[in-house]
C-alpha cells in the first residue's frame, strides 16, 4: 500500500473568507486603530486581512496606503525642520539675541507635522463611519499596494 499524502505539500492552509458582518467590523476596526496607532496597525491589519474578503481587502489595503503617504508626508516635514534648526545654528548666530531666521522653518515644518496628523485623524475619523455604513471610502492617497 503507497500513502497518498504528499510530503512535500505546503502545511499552511489559506484563512476562511470572513462573512459579511465580521468584514465590515475588521474593516471599522482597521481605520479607528490608524488613528491612534498609525502605520504600525494599518500593517498588522493589511497583512492579515487582506485576503479574507473583499470589503476588508478594500479598506485595509486603504488604510495602508493612505499611512504610508502620511509617513512619507511626515518625513519630509520632519527632515525640513532637522536641516533647519542646525543650519540655522551652524550659520554663526552665536553672539546675536535675536532667533535666527531659518528657525522660522523649523517652526513652519512642525506646525505641518501637527496640521498632516490633525487632518489624517479627521479623515480616519470619515473612513470608520463611512465604512461603518458599508460603504467602499477610499483616502486621498498614493496608492502603493493594489
Not at 35 to 56: D, E, K, M, Q, T
Not at 87 to 113: D, K
Amino acid at each position: 500500500m503507497t500513502n497518498t499524502t504528499n510530503p512535500y505539500a505546503n502545511p499552511v492552509s489559506s484563512a476562511p473568507l470572513l462573512s459579511p458582518a465580521e468584514e465590515k467590523q475588521w474593516a471599522v476596526l482597521t481605520h479607528v486603530l490608524s488613528i491612534f496607532f498609525g502605520i504600525i496597525s494599518a500593517a498588522v491589519f493589511f497583512f492579515l486581512f487582506r485576503n479574507r474578503g473583499p470589503f476588508v481587502r478594500h479598506h485595509t489595503t486603504t488604510e495602508w496606503n493612505f499611512q504610508l503617504t502620511v509617513l512619507i508626508i511626515s518625513a519630509v516635514f520632519f527632515a525640513l525642520c532637522f536641516v533647519s534648526f542646525f543650519v540655522s545654528f551652524a550659520s554663526g548666530m552665536a553672539g546675536s539675541t535675536s532667533m535666527p531666521p531659518g528657525m522660522a522653518l523649523f517652526f513652519v515644518g512642525y506646525f505641518m507635522i501637527f496640521i498632516t496628523r490633525i487632518v489624517a485623524a479627521v479623515l480616519g475619523i470619515r473612513a470608520a463611519v463611512l465604512t461603518n455604513r458599508g460603504e467602499f471610502y477610499s483616502y486621498p492617497a498614493f496608492r502603493f499596494a493594489r
